[in-house]
């Protein structure tokens, strides 16, 4: 399964390899990504190698990675995971490169990745949360078919130091 390749219009959503540990040195340092997709600390060629190993393992069962990527599986344009992966439940987070945004990027890879994970997975409700100063991301969550169900306050700190409301979304496997 870590071998897993999803396409999705337009993309590739493949595994994650050592050589995209400098695209991802590059999208951690993003601020937006940075800000909005905290790591808790300092990203250094080193720690994004962990993590691209890290996300290519999936061996605990408790998550699940991909590089999005062009239909050809070359340069990165994001990343799509569940975590949190327990009983039917899991949760979403994704990111997408500068260069690649305001085109759908997002929206069809979490869709992609969601319908794979109640079909092949057996879940049955996922998980998006994000800031509610993120309004591209609430739009994503919305066209990817999580609906909104309320509002947490203060729920997470992110990586400006604050901690933010955030809107809670989910999708069901039974949703249409
Ligand atoms: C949020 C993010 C993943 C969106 O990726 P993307 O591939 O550009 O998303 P899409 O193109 O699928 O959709 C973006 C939507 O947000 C909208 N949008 C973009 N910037 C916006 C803003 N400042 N205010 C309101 N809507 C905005 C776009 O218009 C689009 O909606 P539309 O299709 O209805 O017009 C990307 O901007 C990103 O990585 N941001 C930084 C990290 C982050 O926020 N991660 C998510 C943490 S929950």
Same mark, same amino acid.
């Given at each position: ?63 699940? !990675? ?12 994001? !990343?799509? !995971? ?22 759908? +990027? ?25 800031a509610t100063?993120?309004?591209? !991301?609430?739009? +994503? ?10 509002t947490l306050r203060e729920s ?8 933010h409301d955030e ?10």
């Open positions: 399964m870590e071998h897993l390749e999803l396409a999705a219009p337009g993309l590739l959503l493949r595994p994650w390899r050592d050589a995209d540990a400098r695209a991802v040195h590059d999208a951690l340092g993003d601020p937006d990504i940075a800000r909005w997709n905290p790591q808790g600390g300092p990203v250094d060629a080193a720690s994004a190698l962990r993590w691209v190993r890290r996300r290519a393992d999936w061996s605990a069962g408790d998550h699940v !990675s991909l590089a999005v990527t062009g239909p050809d599986g070359g340069a990165l344009l994001g !990343s799509v !995971s569940l975590h949190q992966i327990h009983g039917e439940n899991a949760a979403m987070g994704y990111w997408v490169v500068p260069g690649a945004r305001g085109r759908g +990027v997002a929206t069809r890879a979490v869709d992609r990745l969601s319908r794979w994970a109640f079909d092949e997975l057996g879940l049955h409700r996922i998980e998006l949360c994000h100063a993120n309004p591209a !991301s609430c739009r +994503v969550a919305e066209r990817a078919g999580y609906r909104a169900e309320g997470f700190r992110y990586g400006d130091g604050r901690r809107h809670l979304h989910a999708r069901l496997a039974t949703d249409r």
